[in-house]
């Protein structure tokens, strides 16, 4: 199992519903996540940057974030985030991986 950390970029005044509509998450898109072989997911939010950092742990080689193996759920719920984010112009969102430098199990 691969582990996959990366920041996205929240637009300012948004946090709100950013978290309401994760708490909202769709049955559909939980169910294509965890298909897709995305284990242990979170996404934390960094009040004094407006950063999101995401982190989880994945089976294969594609993630959460991977547009080119992205299914059409996926695509639908980043075109409904895409007014509160920074996006790439098919609307994913702006991903930005962070690389591992230390771990201990």
């Known amino acids: 199992m691969k582990r996959f950390a990366f920041k996205m970029f929240l637009k300012p005044g948004y946090e709100a519903e950013y978290e309401k509509r994760h708490a909202q998450l769709w049955p559909e898109l939980k169910k294509q996540i965890a298909d897709s072989g995305v284990r242990n997911y979170s ?14 742990e994945v089976i294969g080689d594609s993630n959460s974030q991977d547009a080119e193996a992205a299914d059409e ?9 895409a007014d509160i984010m920074e996006v790439n112009p098919d609307n994913s969102p702006v991903t930005v991986p962070i690389k591992e430098v230390f771990h201990l199990d």
């Open 43 to 56: 996404i934390y939010w960094d009040k004094d940057t407006n950063i999101l950092f995401g982190y989880q």
């Open 73 to 81: 759920i996926t695509r639908k719920w980043w075109d409904f985030m």
